[in-house]
């Protein structure tokens, strides 16, 4: 084992465990912050201390025991996802003490990860941070669920929802750059509406102000939209419906205004102007675009290095609040990407 010189290896370190499983808004009691003794590392592994971790929306249903694309978390263990953090030490060929490295085992300090499950971090190219969003899975769920899911082309007007979080900011500036006749974005206050503005969306709204359907006409103009990357369902996919051109596409990325709710949602209530319209609408999950990756990462490190991209962070220091991180994320308490520094 390679570890540096001088350099201790921890034996304890600490996790957020799922102690008990939400109804409805998860409260602080459904998390635990628990010590733990690090795992020996075995041929092939790596250990890892964090330096950022990710808090993203679809966490929310694994907290459900039930039977979804994801396995539910396991009570009384360490919560999963999204990680970017440093080789401490290593029994890998693949990688080296000192190397920056992806993998998926967040909510913890310090992880042991198989080698073969980790991806560089190139710090050269962006902060370690833009790893677990422009330049991760958050900037591939933005660039396929636009370009392959929707089908996007030069000219269409688009509509993003929740358009100031991760995904949303990253989806609309996207949009403009390969040549969106006009991007519109809905926000909850006037702060992410005026950043959005600033980031280079044509319109933005506040979904709070007014019905959306009618703020959404309005922005759209009569030329309506030509796609719709939802990221947050209810009434904001059934006002997209309404003002969608004939042959429109949606790409159904998520739907955080009802992952908290214990009662099923009314709306879209407009279902069936999809036959007239002749639309297209498709959920799709970011694991099942990875063979977009190595295009995307190309794209995204130009457009980051040129300034046509640009994103926001919302830092929350400390494991032990990354549960009120996660639960303020899901109330839109996150400008951009949501992390927790360790």
């Known amino acids: 084992m390679s570890a540096g010189a001088a350099t201790a290896l921890p034996v304890i370190t600490r996790e957020i465990q799922l102690a008990s499983r939400p109804s409805g808004r998860p409260v602080p009691e459904n998390f635990r912050l628990a010590e733990t003794a690090v795992p020996a ?21 694994r907290m459900n025991d039930a039977k979804s694309y994801s396995a539910p978390f396991a009570l009384d263990e360490a919560l999963d996802g999204g990680a970017v953090g440093e080789v401490i030490a290593s029994r890998s060929d693949q990688r080296k003490v000192g190397d920056v490295v992806v ?47 929707a089908e996007f082309k030069p000219g269409d007007a688009v509509f993003v929802s929740g358009a100031a979080g991760a995904v949303g ?7 403009k750059a390969m ?12 702060e992410k509406v005026a950043r959005l503005l600033e980031l280079g969306f044509d319109a933005a709204f506040n979904y709070r102000d007014a019905p959306v359907l009618d703020q959404l006409k309005a922005a759209a103009g009569s030329n309506g939209i030509d796609v719709y990357f939802d990221n947050v369902g209810g009434d904001q996919l059934e006002a997209a419906l309404s003002v969608l051109n004939v042959a429109g596409r949606v790409a159904m990325c998520g739907a955080i205004a009802q992952y908290n709710s214990t009662e099923p949602p009314a709306a879209p209530r407009n279902l069936a102007v999809a036959i007239g319209k002749q639309l297209t609408l498709r959920g799709f999950l970011v694991g099942g675009q990875r063979q977009h990756a190595a295009e995307f990462a ?19 220091d400390g494991l032990e609040n990354a549960p009120q991180a996660f639960m303020d994320m899901l109330d839109g308490g996150n400008t951009g990407k949501m992390l927790v520094r360790l």
């Open 179 to 190: 040549g969106a006749s006009k991007v519109i974005g809905s926000a909850g206050t006037p």
């Open 298 to 316: 190309g794209r995204m490190a130009g457009w980051l290095a040129d300034g046509t991209v640009r994103y926001d962070e919302t830092i929350v």
């Open 169 to 175: 900011s990253l989806a609309g500036q996207i949009a």
């Open 103 to 149: 993998h998926q085992l967040g909510w913890r300090e310090h992880a042991v990860v198989d080698a073969e499950r980790t991806t560089p971090a190139d710090t050269t190219l962006a902060p370690a941070s833009a790893f677990l969003g422009a330049l991760g899975m958050t900037g591939l769920t933005a660039y396929a669920g636009l370009l392959k899911v």
């Open 41 to 61: 590392l075995k041929e092939g592994q790596v250990l890892v201390r964090n330096l950022f971790i990710s808090v993203d929306p679809y966490m929310r249903g």
